[in-house]
């Protein structure tokens, strides 16, 4: 092959590399929560089977569901400050995660009952293997685990909060009303406030 026709070929490869690299999709933007887009990204989440977390896991804002086993804040940690700098309250409904952002909204599901309640991120753990999320002594009242400690579940995401100050509905949101998610945009947003950062998450 002549010198020319090796250089032609080069040329060749480095625009056809840079058209696809050009055409390559641009990530979309988190549709709005109160949106039919929204709505029917929800529904599509909720039909996927949830992820178990193990191990040192990274923060996931897909809105996913998680399945693992739950635990909850012995009195112990009452008013111990939380990983969001907010003091732990029992009567509260807050909760923690390894992987979901501070400032997610939830819906906890005990798979011994059916018991249901929402919750709010604000705080990490537990640092178990297995277990997804650890909740207040209220909340744990409210999925009737007090008395066995841990118990398995399905943690859905409701509301996630976005690097970018956007909020993901996720699979949690799919059987709730326009209401019930407006509310729950509402309580992430007055958690992550407006100057939320990435270095929170860590």
């Known amino acids: 092959m002549t010198g020319w026709a090796v250089r032609l070929r080069m040329i060749a490869c480095l625009c056809l590399g840079s058209v696809l690299i050009t055409s390559q999709p641009v990530s979309a933007k988190v549709p709005p929560p109160d949106s039919a887009v929204a709505r029917q990204e929800a529904k599509r989440l909720d039909q996927l089977p949830p992820v178990t977390p193990h ?3 990274r923060v996931d804002r897909s809105g996913r569901s998680e399945k ?4 909850w804040y012995g009195p112990g940690f009452a008013h111990r400050r939380m990983a969001d700098g907010n003091r732990m309250n029992p009567k509260s409904n807050v909760a923690a995660s390894k992987t979901l952002p501070l400032g997610t909204t939830a819906q906890v599901v005990n798979l011994k009952t059916g018991k249901a309640a929402t919750v709010n991120i604000e705080d990490r753990g537990p640092f178990v293997d297995g277990r997804v999320v650890d909740v207040s002594p209220k909340v744990a009242r409210e999925l009737g685990m007090k008395k066995l400690g841990v ?3 399905v943690v859905k995401p409701i509301t996630v909060p976005q690097p970018d100050g956007d909020v993901k509905l996720g699979a ?3 059987d709730l009303n326009a209401k019930q998610i407006k509310q729950a945009a509402r309580t992430t947003k007055a958690l992550t406030g407006a100057d939320e950062t990435e270095t929170a998450e860590r």
């Open 55 to 57: 191990g040192k896991s």
């Open 172 to 174: 949690g949101a799919a």
């Open 68 to 71: 693992g086993h739950a635990s």
């Open 151 to 153: 118990v398995p579940v």
